[in-house]
Nanobody
Framework: QVQLVESGGGLVQTGGSLRLSCAVS????????MGWFRQAPGKEREFVAA???????NYADSVKGRFTISRNNAKNTAYLQMNSLKPEDTAVYYC??????????????WGQGTQVTVSS
């Protein structure tokens, strides 16, 4: 089985920064993609950022220039550095892994989610 464990959420003021981490463990046999999604209260889960095995990145328009996704393949860990946070970034953030593709096409596994709250 594969597990994704997130950490790093919390409460921060507007303009502040947080760094989320997602550690992947279990039986992984090939290169895989990782990503971050978020879900605010009363809203659907939405895409935030993704990174391929080789490091190609893409972002939602709402976070471009403020968030940076990265990964350490040797540690099977992905990161989301979030700067210039806004109240509208408040949500539960979920890590995701696509084990069938080097690029994020679908999601095979989800993390448990970590709460990010940005106060105004």
């Amino acid at each position: 089985q594969v597990q994704l464990v997130e950490s790093g959420g919390g409460l921060v003021q507007t303009g502040g920064s947080l760094r989320l981490s997602c550690a992947v463990s279990g039986r992984i046999f090939s290169n895989y993609a990782m990503g971050w999604f978020r879900q605010a209260p009363g809203k659907e889960r939405e895409f935030v950022a993704a990174i391929s095995w080789s490091g190609h990145r893409n972002y939602a328009d709402s976070v471009k220039g403020r968030f940076t996704i990265s990964r350490n393949n040797a540690k099977n860990t992905a990161y989301l550095q979030m700067n210039s946070l806004k109240p509208e970034d408040t949500a539960v953030y979920y890590c995701a892994a696509d084990l069938q593709s080097e690029y994020l096409v679908g999601v095979d596994y989800w993390g448990q989610g970590t709460q990010v709250t940005v106060s105004s």
